[in-house]
């Protein structure tokens, strides 16, 4: 049998979190319809550039191929009140009536966090309904609240008809040839991410500065100097995802100690892409714990083995933990005051033995096998499956 042809809509050039999601995910797919899969790569920036759009053009080349998979990613942002759809996805009922193709949204986000207007509202319950009635579209969401948001802010119907799975970044498998270059060997490294896009929502609590991530990091720049004082043979590994983490990586950096900065701390390089992707991932497996505020920050470093705190300034990340149980995880670092317990829950996961990432892979295979029924009748019914 021929391979199945999948146009994939999705980040593949932005945040490298998203890479490793699609790691994860495009052989378990290829495993759950029976045959070899020819993907091919459809930017969603490209429509946030305007080098394309939801036009029958882009209907023809859906049209083009067996079948059209979605995300992962965070699409279903209720936020865009200009869309027809109220998501990302912002294309016309007409034109989506055009596309014969089956349709999997694989994962996606249901994001509330920069609000919900009502013609959002009222345009995604339109476009979701109509997701729902036919056998053409299988919708999943992912497991960070979206199921929660859905309830709150949509209608506890949809809530209960749409799958729920773990992001495909838990199950990022590496490279053999993919290398922790950067770290000194024989040395214990702490893995952070921070990031500061967003940040009049990520650091509501703070005042200082004109968008409160100033203030976050004179705080943060103090815990991990009581870290280190507290663990003078720990370094520290910063790990930005995208652009913006660097800006905020810089705040933090330079109000460290100078020789605690010269000696003890690295900056990992800043890329995109697959290959961006297996070498930051690389470094985080090499860690021994890992302070995470993006989501796959938090995914991957659970999904590859890495004890992890969750820096939870953002709705989803708190909701991430608390459905994998592991709420204590996870510390609020959107307002001032969280130098004594984050440094207090960094002294514990460094001491401790135990390893809650065991639970979290049992957990998040659990969530995918309970899934992959449904995904199987989706590819024999639009004949996608051997």
Known sequence: MSPLRVLHLASFSGNIGDNANHMGFRPWFAEQVGREVSWSNCEIREFYWKERAFDADFVALANSYDALVIGGGNYFELWVENSPTGTSIAISP??????????LFNAL???SGQGV????RQNFTRFLTKLLLSNQYLVSVRNDGAVDTLREEISPEFADIVHQIPDGGFFMQLPSKASSFLLKPDTPYIGINIANDMADVRFAGFEKGPDNSEAFADEFAKTLTEVSKEHPDHHFVFLPHIFRDL???????????????R????????SSGDLAAHAIFAIYQSCKMTLS???????????????????GCYRQIHKLYEELGRSNDCVDVSAPGFLVSLTKRISECLHSAEQPHVQTQKTVLAQRAAFEPALQTWARSNSLST
């Not at 800006?247 to 900065?261: A, E, F, G, T």
């Not at 505020?293 to 820096?311: D, K």
């Open 94 to 103: 007409e034109e989506f009536d055009q596309i014969r193709t089956p349709i």
């Open 109 to 111: 986000g249901v994001d």
């Open 117 to 120: 207007p009502e013609r959002s």
């Open 247 to 261: 800006d905020v990586i810089l705040q933090v950096i330079l109000r460290l100690d100078d020789r605690l900065r």
């Open 263 to 270: 000696t003890r701390v690295i900056v990992a390089p800043y």
């Open 293 to 311: 505020m993006r989501f796959h920050a938090n995914v991957c470093s659970m999904g590859l083995g890495v004890p992890c705190i969750g820096l």
